[in-house]
Structure formats: C-alpha cells, structure tokens
Nanobody, 115 residues
Framework: QVQLVESGGGLVQPGGSLRLSCAAS????????MSWYRQAAGKERELVAA???????RYLDSVKGRCTISRDNAKNTVALQMNSLKPEDTAVYYC?????????WGKGTLVTVSS
C-alpha cells in the first residue's frame, strides 16, 4: 500500500523557517520524481519544488532562493527546507510521487505564516 506521510507544518512568524518532511512507502521511491505542491485557500494547487529520479530540481519562481528540496533514497524521504517565510506561503503543502504510470499524493500538512 502506497503511503506518503507529511510532517513539519505549523505556525511560523514571517521571516521564519520550517522543514517539511515526507516519508514514503509502498513503491520504488528512487524511480519517482518527488515533489512538494501547495494549495492556498481559494487557489489552485501549485508546484513548489520537484526532485527528479535522476537528480534534477525545479522550483516555483516565488520560492527560489528561499526553499530547498532534498531527497534520501536510502530512507525513502523527501524534505522541503523553507526559509524567509512570507504570509503568502501560507497553504496546505502536499507531498507527491510521480512516475510515467503512477501519481500519488499525501494528505498534506498546513503551513501558516503569520505574526
């Protein structure tokens, strides 16, 4: 059974940092592109960062320089380090695993950036 379990969300002040983690199981982790998406209230889900199976990364323009995605294929985990957080980063953050034939989602973790 495929599982993607996010953790690390919470309330943080503007300018603060959070590290999101996603623990994966039930599929061949190293063969999948692992990504973080977010969805703010009333908005569409958007890609924040992705880390392909062959080592390429990409970021949403608005988080470049503030966020870093990393993966550990030995531990089947993917993380998103977020620094200099802004109120507009407030959203539910979702872990995603994607291959040519499959697409899996976690249930999400809420990040709230507010003073």
């Amino acid at each position: 059974q495929v599982q993607l379990v996010e953790s690390g969300g919470g309330l943080v002040q503007p300018g603060g940092s959070l590290r999101l983690s996603c623990a994966a199981s039930g599929f061949t982790f190293s063969s999948y592109t692992m990504s973080w998406y977010r969805q703010a209230a009333g908005k569409e889900r958007e890609l924040v960062a992705a880390f392909s199976s062959i080592g390429f990364t990409r970021y949403l323009d608005s988080v470049k320089g503030r966020c870093t995605i990393s993966r550990d294929n030995a531990k089947n985990t993917v993380a998103l380090q977020m620094n200099s957080l802004k109120p507009e980063d407030t959203a539910v953050y979702y872990c995603n695993a994607r291959s040519l034939s499959a697409n899996y989602w976690g249930k999400g973790t809420l990040v709230t950036v507010s003073s």
